[in-house]
């Protein structure tokens, strides 16, 4: 059985920063795409960043304030999240992709966890 799971969300104040946590179990992810997606209340679900084998990708929004990482020893990949700002403010969700591919479409990712609340005030 595949799990992710989130860890690291919170409340923080804009210019503020978070670093969340996504653990994988039941599988070997390192030749996953593992990716960030968030989701505010009446938004579809939008592309946060991800990263394959060689390759990461961010929006544009986050750009030079995220950072993604991945330690596939520990089947766990982390995102950095620096001045942050109220806009960033939704359930950010773990997806992995186990065919490695570079996407940024949600759908294409086959296994979620169950989202983290992320919430910046001004």
């Known amino acids: 059985q595949v799990q992710l799971a989130e860890s690291g969300g919170g409340s923080v104040q804009a210019g503020d920063s978070l670093r969340l946590s996504c653990a994988a179990s039941g599988r070997s992810f390192s030749g996953s795409t593992m990716g960030w997606f968030r989701q505010a209340p009446g938004r579809e679900r939008e592309f946060v960043a991800a990263?394959?084998?060689?390759?990461?990708d961010y929006a544009e929004s986050v750009k030079g304030r995220f950072t993604l990482s991945r330690d596939n020893t520990e089947n766990t990949v982390y995102l950095q999240m620096n001045s942050l700002k109220p806009e960033d403010t939704a359930v950010y969700y773990c997806?992995?992709?186990?065919?490695?591919?570079?996407?940024?479409?949600?759908?294409?990712?086959?296994?979620w966890g169950q989202g983290t609340q992320v919430t910046v005030s001004s």
């Open positions: 990263i394959t084998f060689n390759s990461i």
């Open positions: 997806g992995a992709d186990s065919f490695g591919r570079r996407s940024t479409w949600y759908r294409l990712y086959a296994y």
